[in-house]
Antibody, heavy 118, light 107 residues
Framework: EVQLVESGGGLVKPGGSLRLSCAAS????????MNWVRQAPGKGLEWVSS????????YYADSVKGRFTISRDNAKNSLYLQMNSLRAEDTAVYHC???????????WGQGSLVTVSS | EIVMTQSPATLSVSPGERATLSCRAS??????LAWYQQKPGQAPRLLIY???TRATGAPARFSGSGSGTEFTLTISILQPEDFAVYYC?????????FGQGTNLEIK
């Protein structure tokens, strides 16, 4: 069974840092591009960042560029999102999602809640 | 940035009827469009990609059409489990963008 399980969310103060992880299982992780998509409470979906299957190409939304870093470890079947200089507007559920052949998301994790508040 | 606009924001339809949801792109995205279904407390689920190809496991009552800037998701005979929020997403160019969603509710 294909599974994506996020972890690492929690409550953090503005200006703080957090690292999200996404553990993948049930498929050949190294063959898929991966993504982070977030959803603020009661709001719609917002793409955050993407990384190619090899990890050589990364893409970021303007709202997080320079503050967030996406990475992956294909040996550990894991995706990461390092989030620095967090702001209140970063409060959201962060989903990891996989992509193959194009940047659509054919499998999603349940998400990890990040709350930025003093 | 390509802006995706969905209409209507809320659609009230009775079970057994047909539902038609629209999505418009601010510039041509060819057929690089996906539709997702999201139920409360759940992750989104891919329904349609390439504007008209049903994803694995998506019921045949879901169909997508369109190309360029105008797209439609049609649910032919609404089942109780179809009432949810639907999002379109373009994957033609960076940044990848979603529509704001259509809430399909029971009439």
């Amino acid at each position: 069974e294909v599974q994506l399980v996020e972890s690492g969310g929690g409550l953090v103060k503005p200006g703080g840092s957090l690292r999200l992880s996404c553990a993948a299982s049930g498929f050949t992780f190294s063959s898929y591009s991966m993504n982070w998509v977030r959803q603020a409470p009661g709001k719609g979906l917002e793409w955050v960042s993407s990384i190619s299957s090899s990890g050589t190409s990364m893409y970021y939304a303007d709202s997080v560029k320079g503050r967030f870093t996406i990475s992956r470890d294909n040996a550990k079947n894991s995706l990461y999102l390092q989030m620095n200089s967090l702001r209140a507007e970063d409060t959201a559920v962060y989903h990891c999602a996989r992509s193959k052949s194009s940047w659509k998301y054919d499998c999603w994790g349940q998400g990890s809640l990040v709350t930025v508040s003093s | 940035e390509i802006v995706m606009t969905q209409s209507p924001a809320t659609l009230s339809v009775s079970p057994g009827e047909r539902a038609t949801l629209s999505c418009r792109a601010s510039q041509s995205i060819n057929s690089d469009l996906a539709w997702y279904q999201q139920k409360p407390g759940q992750a989104p689920r891919l329904l349609i990609y390439g504007a008209s190809t049903r994803a694995t496991g998506a019921p045949a009552r879901f169909s997508g059409s369109g190309s360029g800037t105008e797209f439609t998701l049609t649910i032919s005979i609404l089942q109780p489990e179809d009432f949810a929020v639907y999002y379109c997403q373009q994957f033609n160019d960076w940044p990848l963008t979603f529509g704001q969603g259509t809430n399909l509710e029971i009439k």
